[in-house]
């Protein structure tokens, strides 16, 4: 595709609630992002990978939060046990390389809302 | 690691009056800066970004924004506005070698006004 595609757009989940939320990046991009942007906040790192090797995430608030690229290509950030705190937009990101300045284009986000 | 200060969380203005964004950050090392804009339900787009060179630099819809080292700041700047530029607008900041994630500050909300 010609952008970063997030699905859903908007997900609402009861507490207690296993979600999974959906990235594909640009086609050939090495890196990915994944933030989490709470109501009226800038968005806070939550996880890097490269290719598929997860390189960073110590920005994942607990345990209940994991996200995997098996593949290199796409990627899935799953949320165990929904509490309202999490409720939050989910942003992903992808980029060619991390090299120099190189962009990060950003999808539309994943609106989660916790019940 | 870096930090990110935006001075104004809301900027209201009359529509092709002239606008500054502030931005502020901190770091051990040398940096990237970036200015993004959010339109409502929409994901972040690049306004423009500052690697090297030139601490003027110039990006899309009339944008532009100057690195000044010694004061640490990064302020986007449009001469005149638009009503269609009302968006929230996020500086963010990221080390200059190798990996590194970028930092976002907490955003500022421009209300351009008929």
């Known amino acids: 595709g010609a952008g970063v595609s997030q699905s859903p757009r908007y997900k609402v989940a009861k507490r207690g609630q296993d979600v999974a939320l959906r990235c594909d990046p640009i086609s050939g991009h090495v890196s990915l992002f994944w933030y989490q942007q709470a109501l009226g906040q800038g968005p806070e790192f939550l996880t890097y990978?490269?290719?598929?090797?997860?390189?960073?995430k110590s920005g994942l608030p607990s345990d209940r939060f994991f996200a995997e690229r098996p593949e290199g290509s796409v990627s899935t950030l799953k949320i165990q046990r929904t509490q309202q705190e999490d409720s939050a937009v989910y942003l992903c990101?992808?980029?060619?390389?991390?090299?120099?300045?190189?962009?990060?284009?950003f999808g539309q986000g994943t609106r989660l809302t916790v019940v | 690691a870096q930090s990110v200060t935006q001075l104004d969380s809301q900027v209201p203005v009359f529509e092709e009056a002239p606008v500054e964004l502030r931005c502020n950050y901190s770091s051990s090392v040398s940096v990237y800066l970036f200015w993004y804009v959010q339109y409502p339900n929409q994901g972040l787009q690049l306004l423009l970004k500052?690697?090297?060179?030139?601490?003027l630099v110039k990006g899309i819809n009339g944008f532009e924004a100057e690195f000044n080292k010694s004061q640490t700041s990064f302020h986007l700047r449009k001469p005149s506005v638009h009503i269609s530029d009302t968006a929230e607008y996020f500086c963010a900041v990221r080390g200059s070698g190798g990996y590194n994630k970028l930092i976002f500050g907490a955003g500022t909300r421009l209300a351009v006004h008929p």
């Open positions: 990978f490269q290719n598929e090797a997860q390189l960073d």
């Open positions: 990101a992808s980029s060619l390389d991390m090299t120099r300045g190189t962009e990060a284009f």
């Open positions: 500052y690697l090297s060179g030139s601490t």
